[in-house]
C-alpha cells in the first residue's frame, strides 16, 4: 500500500525576507562594497549618488552624523576621508555582517557601529544632527522610517535622503523590459538544461520606489520640511546599453558634476537626493498646515 504525503505549498518570499537576504553574510557585502569600484553602471551612480551629498553637507560644518542602512560603511569612509574630525560618526544597519565590514573598514575608533532597524532604531530622541538615508528607503515602509528618523534628529537636524527615481527612462527600462527579460531567459535556460551557474537571471529586491513627489509629501507627513530634491547619475542610457558604453566612457570619475542636475535634465537622473530639515518647535506648526494644504498628484 503506498501512502502520499501531501506536499507543504510553496509560498511567495515576503518583501522583508527578501530584503534580509540581500546582506545576510560576508560574501554578499563584499560583493556589494566591489559594486563601489569599476567603471560599470553601479559604480557610476554610487561615485555620483557620493557627488550628491557631498554639494548637500558642504552646508553643515559638523555635529553628530547618523548613517541609516550604513552597508558596508563606504560613506563612512568616504566622510572620515574627505571631512576628517568634522562628525562623530554612528552607523546602523540592520544586517550584523555589513557593520562587520564597516568596523574593519573604518575602525571602532572612528565610528560608533549599531545593529538596529531603521523602522525602530535604538537611539534616544533628538540625538543626532544629520541622518542618512542612502540606499535604504526603497527597502522599508517609507512612511514609518521617515517619522523614526524625524524622531531621532534634533529640532534644525538635516536629513539627507536618496530614492532611485521610478519615472526616470533608467529605471522604466530596466524594471520594466530588462530585468523581466533576463528571467524569463532564465527560465528557458532551466528548461533546456542550461546549468545553474551559466543561466541568466535578475534577484527580486524588495525595491518599492516612490517619484519625487510622493516622497516629498511623505516627508511633510513625518514632520520634515524637504527641500528642492538634486538628481543624480543622469543619463539618456538604459540597460543593456550603457553596461558597453561605461566600458569606454569614463568621464564621470573625473567630472560628477556633470552627473547630477536640478535643471532641464533632472528627469534623466536614475535617482535622487531630497534633503530635509526637522523644523524648530515654533515653524514645526506652519509647516504642518502647509503639508495638510498641498495636494498629492502622483
Known amino acids: 500500500m503506498s501512502i502520499s504525503v501531501p506536499l507543504e505549498p510553496r509560498t511567495r518570499p515576503t518583501r522583508d525576507d527578501l530584503v534580509r537576504a540581500q546582506y545576510a553574510d560576508a560574501e554578499l557585502v563584499a560583493d556589494y562594497a566591489d559594486a563601489y569600484t569599476g567603471w560599470g553602471p553601479t559604480a557610476r551612480y554610487h561615485h ?26 563606504m560613506m563612512v569612509r568616504h566622510l572620515l576621508d574627505t571631512r576628517p574630525g568634522d562628525f562623530r ?8 555582517a555589513m557593520i562587520d565590514a564597516v568596523v574593519a573598514r573604518a575602525g571602532r575608533a572612528e565610528v560608533t557601529p549599531a545593529v538596529g532597524d531603521i523602522e525602530n532604531m535604538p537611539f534616544p530622541a533628538g540625538t543626532f ?18 517619522r523614526e528618523i524625524a524622531r531621532v534628529l534634533r529640532p534644525g537636524g538635516l536629513l539627507v535622503a536618496t530614492m532611485l527615481n521610478p519615472q526616470s527612462p533608467y529605471r522604466l527600462v530596466e524594471w ?20 545553474p551557474e551559466h543561466r541568466h537571471g535578475a ?38 546599453v550603457d553596461r558597453f558604453v561605461r566600458r569606454w ?28 530639515l526637522r523644523p524648530q518647535p515654533h515653524t514645526a506648526l506652519a509647516g504642518h498646515r502647509r503639508a495638510t494644504s498641498q495636494t498629492l498628484v502622483g
Open 203 to 240: 534577484r527580486r529586491t524588495g525595491i518599492k520606489a516612490l517619484s519625487a513627489r510622493r516622497f516629498r509629501h511623505e516627508l511633510w507627513q513625518a514632520g520634515l520640511q524637504p527641500e528642492d530634491p538634486l538628481f543624480y547619475d543622469v543619463t539618456a542610457l538604459v540597460p543593456p
Open 129 to 146: 544632527d544629520v541622518a542618512l538615508a542612502m540606499g535604504v528607503l526603497e527597502y522599508t515602509d517609507v512612511a514609518s522610517a521617515l
Open 48 to 73: 555620483s549618488r557620493l557627488h550628491a551629498v557631498d554639494e548637500v553637507l558642504r552646508s553643515r560644518a559638523g555635529g553628530d552624523l547618523l548613517d541609516i542602512g550604513c552597508g558596508p560603511g
Open 176 to 195: 520594466g523590459v530588462f530585468w523581466p527579460a533576463r528571467r524569463a531567459l532564465g527560465s528557458l535556460e532551466r528548461a533546456v538544461g542550461v546549468a
Open 249 to 276: 566612457d569614463h568621464s564621470w570619475r573625473d567630472h560628477p558634476e556633470r552627473t547630477v542636475s536640478r535643471g532641464v535634465a533632472r528627469g534623466l537622473g536614475s535617482g535622487y537626493l531630497m534633503p530635509a
Open 89 to 96: 560618526i554612528t552607523a546602523c544597519d540592520r544586517s550584523a
